[in-house]
């Protein structure tokens, strides 16, 4: 019952690429396709970005990406805006409930 | 559109039942496409998921909380709700009440897309 592994911290400068690892098992990450990534911006509510590993919600800008290898899932954001500064978490089904990662503050330099 | 908001005291005894309740408008509660569900999130810290449930009543809890934890549901005022036993300073967090889409082919549900603005409930005496 872990939670996925987080870096606690991203930095970026506008206009650059950045990429947030996930890492969890074969259990969850590594064993369904059921990943999710939220964004966080302080004293809201959680956004949902991307679903099932790769696809994006209506609305949400394409310069946000998902992507998984093995036990490691991966959000990259590119052309990096002030707007994008916030907690990045990622989620994962994990026989017959739901994990977390422990969030990763992204700072826009 | 479909909103969520949360209900309940924001401030707890220790041993006490914590009770919340998320009201949804915009949209059905008995969708047989969605759990309806619980997470929070400690000061400071990051999400940890509680648990759903379906409009059929079913349910589904965080291994860790199982045992102190109930959510219900009532079709008929579009509400669900939750019940957290026993609590101690640790349960201490912001309460999201959301909606979580259902697997048709495992059980649980998979994604996040609504969720309520969150309530503070502090446990002290």
């Known amino acids: 019952q872990s939670a996925l592994t987080q870096p606690a911290s991203v930095s970026g400068s506008p206009g650059q690429s950045i990429t947030i690892s996930c890492t969890g098992t074969n259990s969850d990450v590594g064993g369904y396709d059921y990943v999710s990534w939220y964004q966080q911006h302080p004293g809201k509510a959680p956004k949902l970005m991307i679903y099932?590993?790769?696809s994006r919600p209506s609305g949400v800008s394409n310069r946000f990406s998902g992507s998984k290898s093995g036990n490691t899932a991966s959000l990259t954001i590119s052309g990096l805006q002030a707007e994008d500064e916030a907690d990045y978490y990622c989620s994962s089904y994990t026989s017959s409930f739901v994990v977390f990662g422990g969030g990763t503050k992204l700072t826009v330099l | 559109q479909l909103q969520l908001q949360e209900s309940g005291p924001g401030l707890v005894q220790p041993s006490e039942t914590l009770s919340l309740t998320c009201t949804v408008s915009g949209g059905s509660i008995s969708s047989t496409s969605y759990y309806w569900g619980w997470i929070r999130q400690p000061p400071g810290k990051g999400l940890e998921w509680i648990g759903g449930i379906y409009y059929t009543g079913g349910t589904y809890y965080h291994p860790s909380l199982r045992g102190r934890v109930t959510i219900s549901i009532d079709t008929s005022k579009n509400q669900f709700s939750l019940r957290l036993r026993s609590v101690t300073a640790a349960d201490t967090a912001v309460y999201f009440c959301?909606?979580?889409?259902?697997?048709?082919?495992?059980?649980?549900?998979?994604?996040?897309?609504?969720w309520g603005q969150g309530t503070l409930v502090t446990v002290s005496s």
């Open positions: 959301v909606r979580q889409l259902y697997l048709l082919t495992l059980y649980g549900g998979d994604y996040f897309d609504y």
């Open positions: 099932e590993v790769s």
